[in-house]
């Protein structure tokens, strides 16, 4: 090789070089994420502490973009936007949008532990059912150290040992989860978001909620709920969903770091939510609200109502299920506890 050749051939490699070595990393892709209630909700910043901010700092092959909540897109059409593709991911309860998808309407209701779904086959029943339902993958169900959760009310509640609350006369707030239970007990229903529950309480159009422990005074509800009933009752259903042909278009390492994240999140989310649940717990108690301890008979027709109310409701969807009902409910829910 001449001189000529060899000074064409190292100028040759050395632009190859440069452009291989000023090509900046392919981007990550990017999951535009949303999810049901406000930034401050224990919830939230719970997905994002252990989820969203773990993700994006491994700087891998996905990223997390976090939208917002119901400001960006109504709690109701948010499941709509994930079954479409306009959003990537969301993180809502599963009783949002049991209009829409049968099978979501019986998470909540569960009494078997999600240690024991995962390993009867119901989580997997579950996962058909939301492919095929939602177009969705469950990257992450959240039971947060097996939260649970309790009714609260603006006056003294009175007790019934048929029904172990009566509720006639009150109008409640309520979503798809606690309806039955709240009827049955004689409440009048009424569905709202929770960003608007501190102006209904505040004007008195509703006397009373069901919630999940945790996040009363992230809300300012002490202000108006004065007695909190117990025991607690059916379980966490949070889910964190991300569009099937979204998932399906991910590499394979982006699968994985997905599935890691939202694996480890799920355990860490449960640490998060217990502590946040004392210190609301503690606010509560500084309010000045009053536990409502139900025993005896008044007890046992508490729980077998809200139970007996609510699968008595999840069975009339029966035939509107994409999976075995009767099968997925066996896994999910045992009538003998």
């Known amino acids: 090789m001449n001189g000529k050749s060899i000074f064409a051939t190292g100028l040759a490699t050395a632009a190859i070089g440069f452009v291989a070595f000023s090509l900046p990393a392919l981007a990550a892709t990017e999951l535009k994420t949303i999810g049901c209630f406000q930034r401050n909700h224990d919830y939230i910043v719970a997905l994002h502490e252990k989820f969203v901010e773990p993700v994006n700092a491994a700087k891998g092959e996905v990223a997390i973009k976090y939208l917002g909540g119901p400001e960006v897109t109504p709690t109701r059409k948010q499941i709509g936007a994930l079954k479409r593709g306009v959003v990537d991911m969301i993180f809502c309860p599963s009783a949002y949008y049991g209009g829409t998808l049968a099978e979501a309407r019986l998470p909540g209701a569960h009494n078997r532990s999600l240690e024991e779904i995962r390993s009867n086959g119901g989580y997997e029943m579950m996962q058909e059912a939301w ?3 939602v ?9 947060f150290g097996g939260q649970k959760f309790y009714i609260y009310t603006n006056s003294e509640p009175k007790l019934s040992e048929k029904t172990g609350l009566d509720l006639s006369g009150v109008k409640m707030r309520g979503t798809g989860l606690y309806k039955a239970l709240l009827k049955a007990m004689g409440a009048t229903v009424v569905v709202i978001p929770p960003g608007d529950v501190y102006s209904a309480l505040e004007r008195g159009l509703v006397g009373g909620v069901a919630w999940p422990w945790g996040s009363m005074a992230t809300y300012g509800w002490e202000k108006f709920l004065k007695y909190r009933v117990e025991p607690d009752f059916f379980g966490a259903t949070m889910f964190l969903l991300i569009n099937k042909e979204k998932y399906a ?8 770091q997905l ?4 694996s480890e999140y799920e355990k860490a989310a449960s640490a998060i939510m217990v502590r946040k649940g004392h210190e609301d717990d503690a606010k509560l108690k500084k309010s000045g609200i009053k536990i409502v301890k139900l025993t005896g008979k008044v007890r046992a027709a508490y729980i077998k109502t809200i139970y007996g109310a609510k699968w008595a409701e999840n069975d009339s969807f029966a035939n509107k299920t994409v999976v075995d009902y009767k099968m997925l409910k066996s896994k999910l829910y045992d009538p003998s506890k």
Do not use: D, F, P, Y
């Open 249 to 256: 278009s991910l590499s394979k390492a982006g699968k994985a």
């Open 131 to 133: 492919g095929k339902g």
């Open 259 to 262: 599935e890691k994240q939202a």
């Open 135 to 143: 177009n969705a993958r469950i990257l992450a169900w959240t039971h």
